[in-house]
């Protein structure tokens, strides 16, 4: 690979690395440096891909068990209690 093929490739990397820092707030840049994982636990794995934005919040009482037990952080997710199945 050519000198130039790898400044396109660096430049290309930078704008791209800038890009995506700007996507998230300073508050969530912050609680995301406080931890050393992107997530807590496999279970906050999945309780975050069941519960994406814009769609209805899916919580099981196990979810806020484990939540509460492993300190699971990033955007909480409100519901009633009657929303809230057992399992």
């Known amino acids: ?13 930078l704008v791209v690395l800038l890009l995506a ?16 994982t992107h997530f807590a636990s496999d279970k906050h794995i ?3 891909w069941r519960n994406r934005e814009g769609q209805a919040p899916r919580v099981a009482r196990s979810d806020i068990d484990a ?7 990033g955007k909480a997710i409100t519901v009633s209690p009657d929303q809230i199945f057992q399992n």
């Open 1 to 13: 690979m050519n000198m130039r093929a790898r400044f396109g490739r660096a430049t290309l990397a």
């Open 21 to 36: 820092g700007g996507c998230a707030t300073s508050e969530e840049w912050a609680e995301w440096k406080a931890h050393t």
């Open 46 to 48: 999945g309780f975050s």
């Open 67 to 73: 939540a509460r037990a492993e300190t699971w952080w």
